[in-house]
Nanobody
Framework: QVQLVESGGGLVQPGGSLRLSCAAS????????MGWFRQTPGKEREFVAT????????KYADFVKGRFTISRDNARSAVYLQLSSLIPEDTAVYYC?????????????????WGQGTQVTVSS
């Protein structure tokens, strides 16, 4: 069973950047579509970005507006989410998730395995 561990979260000022990492252990994710979601207290988890198995296709939520970039390194069994031009509304716990399929998905119910999340707080 593949396990995902996110890292890279923290406190950042508005306009700042963070790079989130998602490392897989107990197996490889090189043949899996992957995604990032986020959740704030009292709200449902929402889609942020997804990437197919090779990294050749990516898709983002509308609110990203070119500020975030999802990428992957299959040799390292890792997926990344570069966050830039952060605003307070981006404050959330960010989750990495994986599909058994090689393609992409936009709804959390499609994903088969999840990490524990990493907190991102955007505040001055």
């Amino acid at each position: 069973q593949v396990q995902l561990v996110e890292s890279g979260g923290g406190l950042v000022q508005p306009g700042g950047s963070l790079r989130l990492s998602c490392a897989a252990s107990g197996g490889t994710i090189s043949n899996n579509g992957m995604g990032w979601f986020r959740q704030t207290p009292g709200k449902e988890r929402e889609f942020v970005a997804t990437i197919n198995w090779s990294g050749s296709y990516t898709k983002y939520a509308d609110f990203v507006k070119g500020r975030f970039t999802i990428s992957r390194d299959n040799a390292r069994s890792a997926v990344y989410l570069q966050l830039s031009s952060l605003i307070p509304e981006d404050t959330a716990v960010y989750y990495c998730a994986g599909l058994r399929d090689t393609a992409v998905a936009f709804h959390e119910r499609a994903y088969d395995f999840w990490g524990q999340g990493t907190q991102v707080t955007v505040s001055s």
